[in-house]
């Protein structure tokens, strides 16, 4: 299986900071790459997908970038509801897999 | 606009069966070219997709799991069930419904329900 690593696992920032979180896969993907936001007792909602296409209705502070191994989210200026656990997904064959999550609070 | 929503049992005895349904309200899980897909995370640890299958059948499973997964769509075309046996306690954790894109994101998903594994 592709193993894919998050980091940091967790992440102190505040309102109006910009924050990258970073993901790393164990052999090139090219940019089949997909992040997630996810908050308890919500559907898990997509943000990214193909390394840097932004999904319908996601602010445009969010963004993705990168390819081959490596692959960050970057939000340019938190929100208070951005406040959440982030994963990424390679997509790159069908036995998909997530990183282990980042999870942002509030500083 | 479509929504997912997982339901069954919330406990389960050790080696007994795990059953769920998702239901999809606003749609059909029969139309489109999309997979249908269980993802699970276990307390603390990252998610982990379990299978998915298509409106005609032919599901996909995690080969972790594939010993002890059955992902079916209902004839009723609203809904898809999973079957994981033989539980043990590993098997605590949020279950998720969701909706594949043929790309391989997920672009649905349920809210979840957590099913605790013990006697």
């Known amino acids: 299986d592709i193993q894919m690593t998050q980091s940091p696992a967790s992440l102190s920032a505040s309102v109006g900071d910009r924050v990258t979180i970073t993901c790393r896969a164990s052999q090139s993907i090219s940019t089949f790459l997909n992040w997630y936001q996810h908050k308890p007792g919500k559907a898990p909602k997509l943000l990214i997908y193909a390394a840097s296409n932004l999904y319908t209705g996601v602010p445009a502070r969010f963004s993705g970038s990168g390819s081959g191994t490596e692959f960050t989210l970057t939000i340019s200026s938190l929100e208070p509801e951005d406040f959440a656990t982030y994963s990424c997904?390679?997509?790159?064959?069908?036995?998909?897999?997530f990183g282990q999550g980042t999870k942002l609070e509030i500083k | 606009q479509v929504q997912l929503q997982e339901s069954g049992p919330g406990l389960v005895k050790p080696s007994q069966t795990l059953s769920l349904t998702c239901t999809v309200f606003?749609?059909?899980?029969?139309?489109?070219?999309?997979?249908w897909s269980w993802i699970r995370q276990p307390p603390g640890k990252g998610l982990e997709w379990i299978g998915d299958?298509?409106?005609?059948?032919?599901?996909f499973y995690n080969p972790s799991l594939q010993s002890r997964v059955t992902i079916s769509i209902d004839p009723s075309k609203t809904q898809f069930s999973l079957n994981l046996t033989s539980v043990t306690a590993a098997d605590t954790a949020i279950y998720f419904c969701a909706r594949n894109d043929a790309s391989g994101f997920f672009d649905l998903w349920g809210r979840g329900t957590l099913v605790t594994v013990s006697s």
């Open positions: 299958t298509y409106k005609s059948g032919n599901p």
């Open positions: 997904q390679q997509s790159y064959n069908t036995r998909y897999t």
């Open positions: 606003g749609g059909s899980a029969r139309s489109g070219s999309n997979r």
